[in-house]
T-cell receptor, first 116, second 121 residues
Framework: AQSVAQPEDQVNVAEGNPLTVKCTYSVSGNPYLFWYVQYPNRGLQFLLKYITGDNLVKGSYGFEAEFNKSQTSFHLKKPSALVSDSALYFCAVRDVRSGNTGKLIFGQGTTLQVKP | GAVVSQHPSWVICKSGTSVKIECRSLDFQATTMFWYRQFPKQSLMLMATSNEGSKATYEQGVEKDKFLINHASLTLSTLTVTSAHPEDSSFYIC?????????????????FGPGTRLTVL
C-alpha cells in the first residue's frame, strides 16, 4: 500500500538553529515526493518536489529536502530557522495507482514551532 | 507561481441549507481539480477528483449526493454541500492541476486554493 508518514506531530527549534522535519514513504516504483507548508486558515503552499535527479532538492524560502532511497525518506531541512517558519508542514507522494490524475497522498502533518 | 482562488473564504449557514464553494484557476487551465476536507490540526482528506466535462470521481466513503461537484469549464469547479449539518463544518481546500504549460506553471503542476471555512449552525 502507498503511504506517507510524518512521525513527529510537532518539532520545536530555536531561531537560528537548523531544523529537520521527517518524512518516510512507501510506494511501488519511483516516488514523486512533495513538501507543502500551511499557515493558519490558509491553503497549502508548495515548497519543493523530487521527481528524479539530484537527491538534494532545493526549494522555496531556503528549505531543502534530501531524497534517500535506501531509507525511503524525504526529510525537510533548513540550515537556520526563522520564527516566521512556524507553520504546519505536509509531506506528500503522488499516488501512482491513480494513473495520471495527479492524486496526492498526504502525511499527517508536522507542526513546526520556532522560538525566538 | 499560478494562482487558485476559492470563494467564499468563509461561510456560516443554518443546518439544512446548501452551500456552494467555487474553485477557480486564475491564470491557467485545469482539466483536473481536487477537493479536500481538513479537520483542525489534521491532514487533508481527498474527497473527490473533479474532471472538466465529465463526472467527478469520489473517494470511498464520500457521499456524492451530499457533496455535488461540477467542473463546467477549464478554470472553474464548484463543490455544493447539500442539506448541510453541523458535522459538515470543516475547512475545504481545492487544488488545480495545470493542463497546459505556461510561463507561470509547468504541465501537471498542482496549485492549492486558500481554503473555505464552513461552519454549519
Amino acid at each position: 500500500a502507498q503511504s506517507v508518514a510524518q512521525p513527529e506531530d510537532q518539532v520545536n527549534v530555536a531561531e537560528g538553529n537548523p531544523l529537520t522535519v521527517k518524512c518516510t514513504y512507501s510506494v511501488s516504483g519511483n516516488p514523486y515526493l512533495f513538501w507543502y507548508v500551511q499557515y493558519p486558515n490558509r491553503g497549502l503552499q508548495f515548497l519543493l518536489k523530487y521527481i528524479t535527479g539530484d537527491n538534494l532538492v532545493k526549494g522555496s524560502y531556503g528549505f531543502e529536502a534530501e531524497f534517500n532511497k535506501s531509507q525511503t525518506s524525504f526529510h525537510l531541512k533548513k540550515p537556520s530557522a526563522l520564527v516566521s517558519d512556524s507553520a504546519l508542514y505536509f509531506c506528500a507522494v503522488r499516488d501512482v495507482r491513480s494513473g495520471n490524475t495527479g492524486k496526492l497522498i498526504f502525511g499527517q502533518g508536522t507542526t513546526l514551532q520556532v522560538k525566538p | 507561481g499560478a494562482v487558485v482562488s476559492q470563494h467564499p473564504s468563509w461561510v456560516i449557514c443554518k443546518s439544512g441549507t446548501s452551500v456552494k464553494i467555487e474553485c477557480r484557476s486564475l491564470d491557467f487551465q485545469a482539466t483536473t481539480m481536487f477537493w479536500y476536507r481538513q479537520f483542525p490540526k489534521q491532514s487533508l482528506m481527498l474527497m473527490a477528483t473533479s474532471n472538466e466535462g465529465s463526472k467527478a470521481t469520489y473517494e470511498q466513503g464520500v457521499e456524492k449526493d451530499k457533496f455535488l461537484i461540477n467542473h463546467a469549464s477549464l478554470t472553474l469547479s464548484t463543490l455544493t454541500v447539500t442539506s448541510a449539518h453541523p458535522e459538515d463544518s470543516s475547512f475545504y481546500i481545492c487544488s488545480a492541476r495545470v493542463h497546459r504549460r505556461s510561463r507561470l506553471a509547468g504541465v501537471n503542476e498542482q496549485f492549492f486554493g486558500p481554503g473555505t471555512r464552513l461552519t454549519v449552525l
